[in-house]
């Protein structure tokens, strides 16, 4: 189901109004002071996606799925890696995910070693969940092996998860109008 644009959009500034309220929200990459505020109307400036979006996350953990994209396959892959993750005994990664029209990256936010860099052509999609709403979750082709990963993350609330997907389709624009602006000269 598309959102058409103003929903979109209103969508977007209300995810982003939950994320600036957030005290979870790592703010560094930004290029901002820690006393200086996001202003509320992020969600339409391109300059806080283009240096990056940051989101303190847990990681779940990781499934094989068969098709790119789907919300049936994103649910179905999100109940197994949730099912498997609550056997396991372990405590959870916290990880920061950067969203910017580069791509993903994921760098654990204790030791600040990078985990992973996903380019934004490798993701084909991405989804908070219905049921697991807090979780949120993309599927990307793994570029040792080719196969399709779903990827899972807790976030500490609803609309966190909300934005995150949000920030990911918005970095997916930006980045097809980067892309667009510089092969309109050809």
């Given amino acids: 189901a598309r959102l058409d644009p103003g929903s ?23 290029g901002l002071r820690r006393r200086r505020k996001l202003p509320e109307s992020w969600a339409d400036m391109q300059e806080p996606l283009l240096e990056g979006m940051c989101f303190t996350l847990k990681y779940l953990g990781m499934t094989l799925v068969e098709k790119p994209k ?3 396959m994103a649910a179905a ?16 990664q ?9 791509g993903i990256s994921l760098q654990d936010a204790d030791t ?4 992973e860099n996903i380019s934004i052509y490798r993701i084909s ?4 969940d219905k049921l697991q709403n807090k979780v949120f979750a993309y599927v990307a082709q793994s570029q040792e092996s080719g196969a399709l990963e779903c990827h899972a993350f807790l976030s500490p609330k609803k609309k966190i998860a909300q934005a995150v997907t949000l920030t990911v389709a918005q970095a997916f624009q930006v980045a ?11």
Avoid: Q
């Fill in 8 to 30: 979109a959009m209103e969508a977007l500034r209300a995810a982003g109004r939950a994320v600036l309220r957030s005290p979870r929200l790592a703010r560094h990459g930004l």
């Fill in 77 to 92: 892959a999100i109940r197994r890696i949730v099912a498997t993750a609550r056997v396991g005994a372990r405590k959870f």
């Fill in 125 to 128: 999609y991405c989804t908070t």
């Fill in 112 to 115: 600040k070693e990078m985990v």
């Fill in 70 to 72: 789907g919300e049936d």
């Fill in 176 to 186: 097809l109008d980067l892309w667009e602006a510089t092969h309109a000269g050809r």
């Fill in 94 to 102: 916290k990880v920061i995910l950067t969203v910017s029209p580069r």
